[in-house]
């Protein structure tokens, strides 16, 4: 009798169709997996290759933003020098000149002025002068002296002038101070 079940079940379309449509379907769904999966692949190698266009670009930028800061900076270097050759050449006529002269002495006073002129063109600011408030901040103390005639904490002599351009300083003052 278990023979005659057996080979009902096996002769049954019914069955074969069922186990048939199993199959098709574990392999649609994992056809439709496998699609999925190599949509997700491709998704992946553009984002990757984006990400490394993008870091190639930014590299690039990078290097081209350098290059630039360097061509303004060595622009501006040039034309600062450019502003001191003239004063340089007075200089060296000054030198070759007789140092008894009565024009010796005008020639140095003329030199001054055409630095303090470029200086001014450029926006370069003196810092100290006698009878200014000590700052530490723009100022650096090298002597201290006892004065009653000047207040407290008072330039009593500039002993080297300092410079700077808006809020930079590019050198600081050495004073004499007075307490």
Excluded: W
Aim: with cysteine; aromatic share 4%.
């Amino acid at each position: 009798m278990e023979d005659e079940k057996k080979t009902a079940e096996q002769c049954d379309p019914t069955q074969e169709k069922t186990a048939e449509e199993t199959k098709t379907a574990k392999k649609e769904k994992k056809s439709k997996k496998d699609a999925e999966i190599e949509k997700l692949k491709e998704e992946l190698d553009k984002k990757s290759e984006l990400l490394l266009r993008t870091a190639a670009e930014f590299d690039n930028y990078k290097k081209r933003t350098e290059r630039e800061k360097a061509g303004v900076a060595e622009y501006a270097k040039a034309g600062l020098i450019k502003q001191l050759l003239p004063i340089l050449d007075n200089i060296d006529r000054a030198a070759a000149a007789d140092k008894d002269s009565p024009d010796y002495l005008k020639g140095i006073e003329m030199i001054v002025k055409q630095f303090e002129s470029m200086a001014g063109n450029l926006h370069i600011e003196e810092i100290a002068k006698k009878g200014d408030p000590f700052d530490p901040n723009v100022h650096e103390a090298v002597m201290h002296i006892e004065d009653e005639t000047l207040g407290e904490n008072v330039i009593a002599e500039v002993l080297q002038k300092g410079y700077k351009i808006g809020d930079t300083v590019i050198r600081a003052a050495m004073v004499k101070v007075a307490n």
